[in-house]
Nanobody, 123 residues
Framework: VQLQASGGGLVQAGGSLRLSCAAS????????TGWFRQAPGKEREFVAA????????WYADSVKGRFTISRDNAKNTVYLQTNSLKPEDAAVYYC?????????????????WGQGTLVTVSS
């Protein structure tokens, strides 16, 4: 699976962005998908995940209630709607895919990674 993340940009605090992760190469509906992020000088951290069917989702506590993950398997795309953005949300956001039904909070459980898209939040 090849993954292409997009949708990042510069936004003011309180604003919103919709990130997209477009997949190609294999049957995307067979893969659960996650979003991770890495801020400068910090470890990469889990943000959200969605099952291959889209029926189950998982979120980091820091984004719960503000971010929403969804997917459209007909378009081979997973989305991350980010609302009420805070300066601490600024990071490079990566999407990742793992074969199987369930999402995961753990990087090592993902098989494929996209290149990342930069989100900058001004205060």
């Amino acid at each position: 699976v090849q993954l292409q993340a997009s949708g990042g940009g510069l936004v003011q605090a309180g604003g919103s962005l919709r990130l997209s992760c477009a997949a190609s190469g294999r049957t995307f509906s067979m893969y659960a998908t996650g979003w991770f992020r890495q801020a400068p000088g910090k470890e990469r951290e889990f943000v959200a995940a969605i099952s291959r069917s889209g029926s189950s989702t998982w979120y980091a506590d820091s984004v719960k209630g503000r971010f929403t993950i969804s997917r459209d398997n007909a378009k081979n795309t997973v989305y991350l709607q980010t609302n009420s953005l805070k300066p601490e949300d600024a990071a490079v956001y990566y999407c990742a895919a793992r074969y199987g039904g369930l999402g995961s909070r753990y990087e090592y459980e993902y098989d494929f990674w996209g290149q990342g898209t930069l989100v900058t939040v001004s205060s």
